[in-house]
């Protein structure tokens, strides 16, 4: 039960815990007064009335910050002896002269700057000597695109090349998009349809009931998958002829033809007032995967076009790049980041599915450059060998003069 009102006496009460005490009675209910509040104390040191510093070999400056603080909190301060202080400062010479060989430019400059706003005078010679840390580019890197997923590759090329980096990308007829695998695989990895009747045309033909797929590449008959009708019916476009596939759409559509089916789709897009000022489509694999690259730059800048210019890609691996070293990303390797099984379109299928007209020449061009690569292949492999050979003949006669060069870190 509640009392009517509570009456405490501060005196000699400490603040904290009285405090906590009295808001648990408040909060409870109960009716609290304090009296003789200046009597109750608080814990902690009281101020002594006067601290007297010895100045001598103090620094001003921190000295200065520790009895300002002091000062604040109420605290009586005197400073004897201050004739003998200390300043943390620089004496000025006449001129300071730096030798910038070696040096690194943004370190160099902040320390000059600093010494030029005290007063100092400064002069730097050898400044042609100086360095940069600046991260090194190479002059040029060769990738083989050859079984990379081609939006993963994009995203790393575009990131170098907005870097300053000068990329050279190869073997594009090889690069690999997340899609189906051949025309040959159609049926793999599902059940196989069976042929039916004709059925009906009964459904709606409309650009968003099923997917569209080239007419030259299905009869018309339908097809019964698992116990499900599927429908072929043939739809005329203004462009060219597609056929609808209903029920279970695409299901049994090659991985090259799934491609096919959205690449011709995006072919479609086009200026409707004047095609001629685009967009451009392209059928080459390399200018397919140039484009991709060009959508993750900001192009339309000055250093996105900058960078852009900085790229090159090619079907194949044309002369002078047969014959210096190549590189892979691992990042974007389709046998590290696609799962064993997923579907996947080589590029150069894609692009001859939709009409490029240059594999057949680059397939010839591929097996002469194999022949040469693997003839100088051996003639590196014999050499090698020889090489071999005459240091372990030699092991003997050198053993004193390699201990030397290996305590020497060589």
């Known amino acids: 039960m509640l009392e009517k009102e509570v009456i405490i006496d501060g005196r000699d009460h400490l603040l904290g815990r009285l405090a906590s005490v009295v808001a648990k ?100 010679v050898r400044c042609d000597q100086m360095g ?16 990379h997923l081609l939006g993963r590759l994009a995203s790393v090329v575009a990131k170098e090349l907005l870097a300053g980096q000068k990329v050279v990308s190869s073997v594009v007829t090889k690069w690999s998009s997340l899609a189906p695998v051949s025309e040959g695989a159609a049926y793999q990895g599902r059940p196989t349809p069976r042929p ?36 072929i019916t ?10 609808c596939l209903t029920g279970l759409p695409l299901l049994f559509v090659s991985p090259v033809v799934r491609n096919r089916v959205k690449y011709q789709y995006f072919r479609q897009k086009l ?10 489509h392209f059928k080459s694999p390399g200018r397919m995967v140039w484009r991709t690259i060009r959508g993750m730059i900001p192009h339309k800048t000055a250093r996105g076009a900058e960078a852009l210019s900085r790229l090159s890609t090619f079907e194949g691996i044309p002369h002078p790049y047969d014959k210096k070293k190549r590189q892979v990303v691992p990042a974007a390797l389709r046998i590290l980041r ?17 009409g490029w007209k240059h594999r057949d020449l680059l397939k010839t061009l ?45």
């Open 25 to 124: 009675e408040l909060l409870a209910g109960q009716k609290v007064v304090i009296v003789r509040c200046d009597q109750m104390v608080v814990s902690g040191s009281m101020l002594e009335k006067e601290v007297i510093i010895d100045g001598r070999d103090h620094l001003l400056g921190r000295l200065a910050t520790v009895v300002a603080k002091e000062l604040l909190t109420g605290q009586k301060v005197v400073i004897v002896r201050c004739d003998q202080m200390g300043r943390n400062v620089i004496m000025l010479e006449k001129e300071v002269i730096i030798d910038g060989r070696d040096h690194l430019l943004g370190r160099l400059a902040s320390v000059v700057a600093k010494e030029l706003l005290t007063g100092q005078k400064v002069v730097i």
């Open 132 to 147: 940069r840390n600046v991260i090194m580019l190479e002059k040029e890197v060769i990738i083989d695109g050859r079984d």
């Open 196 to 231: 039916v009747a004709l059925l009906s045309l009964e459904m709606k033909v409309s650009w968003n009931c099923g997917a569209y797929v080239p007419f030259d590449h299905f009869t018309v008959m339908g097809h019964c998958i698992d116990g499900y009708a599927v429908s």
């Open 234 to 243: 043939p739809v005329r476009s203004s462009r060219f002829e597609f056929i």
């Open 271 to 280: 200026m409707n007032t004047n095609p001629s000022r685009g967009p451009f």
């Open 338 to 354: 696609l799962k064993p099984g997923r579907d996947y379109t080589v590029m150069g299928d894609l692009a001859h599915s939709v």
């Open 366 to 410: 591929e097996e002469k450059r194999k022949v040469k690569a693997d003839a100088f292949y051996q003639k590196k492999k014999a050499r090698s060998e020889l090489k071999a050979k005459a240091e372990a003949a030699v092991a003997g006669d050198v053993s004193a003069q390699n201990k030397v060069l290996e305590s020497s870190g060589y």
